[in-house]
């Protein structure tokens, strides 16, 4: 079984879909960046122009994994380093951390949304390699490095450019 998980990446036919997938990928990109107003803003580009380029992008690195796939196989692909098996528990807490903070960011603000996602996804990755610390003073320090990161983002999007992201209170600045 480990060994079948090992060369899974080797299979062509799955690397057929990996690039089939970009490609399709590429056409929903295309897709959404038609609705997009090509009006030209500052510099003569307009909003359209980034999603436009993504999905070209993405288009060519599609055909280009299609035709590798095709004519031998992804070439100079490294082995996997990391475990055969999936760390449930890592993800089940890096999930809950992403979830938590789409819930709760218009309700508790961007930063201590942001700050509960960074505490929760440490939890996770710690817990991946065997570290996992639920102590109260792991929390706090986590939350405390949490706050420090978001805080300057937000401040940086709204106060310097203007951005509306939700905040705890109508100040702006926090």
């Not at 951390?97 to 990755?125: D, E, K, M, P």
């Not at 940086?156 to 702006?172: E, S, V």
């Amino acid at each position: 079984m480990t060994q079948q998980l090992q060369h899974s990446s080797r299979s062509k036919p799955l690397q057929t879909l990996v690039g089939l997938g970009l490609v399709v990928l590429s056409l929903l990109l295309a897709w959404g960046a038609s609705s997009v107003s090509s009006e030209a803003g500052y510099g003569g580009v307009g909003p359209n122009f980034l999603p436009w380029v993504v999905s070209i992008a993405v288009l060519v690195c599609g055909v280009l994994c299609v035709v590798q796939a095709l004519t031998g196989g992804f070439r100079d692909l490294e082995e996997g380093s990391g475990d055969p098996r999936a760390h449930w528990k890592g993800f089940v807490w890096v999930s809950a951390g992403l979830l938590l903070n789409a819930l709760l960011i218009t309700t508790a603000g961007f930063i201590l949304s942001c700050a509960l996602c960074f505490v929760l996804a440490v939890r996770g990755f710690k817990s991946s390699e065997g570290e996992l610390d639920l102590r109260l003073q792991a929390w706090i320090k986590d939350s405390a490095i949490g706050i420090a990161v978001a805080a300057p983002v937000y401040w940086m999007f709204t106060q310097l450019l203007a951005i509306n992201l939700p905040g705890l209170t109508n100040t702006g600045w926090l």
